[in-house]
């Protein structure tokens, strides 16, 4: 009997990081590149829902695991993604459907001390970037306040996944780790499109609201940028050599921080920091292009020694 194929277990984590560098490229202007990496990130979705549904067709418990929470967040990524491209109706039926997901795995119970602890995190605070974004498309009041529920709510869940979180995984994790500062990033983006849904055409946030949401998304990235830098200077001490499929939530980590960093520019307007921010995110386009020729090379391994032991 044969094994499952070497690209099953990262479509999930391709789609959330592809998702990621779409949403990413589009905030700096970037169309036509953003709408390619959409289709990819699509692709990939379609393939990791067929995954999971053919487990679950055959009986298999696996709503739970790390790939199922993964799934949400890159439902909802792919619904900003579309919302960008102006398909707003697509763009709410993948919230409605992220949301149902969502509700069903929110309670499922934690595995493990590793870095998919901040997966629900992740998963709420996309739901909150999704619903920030459809709110200042279609000046939705309503979903603004909800968006900003889920965004307390993901805070919330990122101080839970924190304390569970086992801190030698800074040393000994294979990329999954970086999840700590990709949630914090995340939660940054969500804060920033929340900001920034404010204005003539929706009144949300009374000045001292305004205030304390921008100091939170402030400090979310600067907590997330940090992080990333001492994760970094991690890698440096303790090096992974060899390729995991893991490490696509490092290239979402570094992704998600990029993307965030040019929201918040544009939200507060801070020219110096878009500029940051769009070398941040070559830097994470260049990560993700590596990350997929990493893959590919191991999957072409796996594939070769399948073959010799036949």
Known sequence: MSGPSPFATWWPTYALATGIVSVGLDSAGYAALARITLALACAAWLLAAAGLAQRAAHGERRTETPAALTMVAATAVLGAGFSAAGQQTLAAALLALAMVLWAVLLTAEAQGRRGTVFLRCVATEGLAVLGATLAAADAAAWLAHAALVLFWLGLALYGFALFRFQPRQVEEGRGDHWLAAGALALSALAGARLFAADG???????????????????????????????????????????????????????????????????????????????????????????????????????????????
């Open 200 to 310: 003539p055409r929706l009144y949300l946030w009374n000045e001292e609201n305004a205030d304390v949401l921008r100091t939170t998304t402030v400090t979310l990235l600067v907590l997330a940028l940090a992080a990333c830098v001492a994760l970094l200077l991690a890698e440096l001490f303790w090096p992974r050599h060899h390729y995991d499929v893991r490490r696509w939530a490092t290239v979402f980590a570094a992704v998600v921080t990029a993307t965030a960093t040019l929201a918040v520019a544009a939200a507060l307007d801070v020219p110096w920091l878009d500029i940051a921010g769009e070398v941040l995110l070559w830097i994470a386009v260049a990560a993700w292009l590596g990350c997929t020729a990493w893959a590919l090379a191991s999957a072409r391994r796996s594939r070769i020694r399948s073959r010799a032991r036949r």
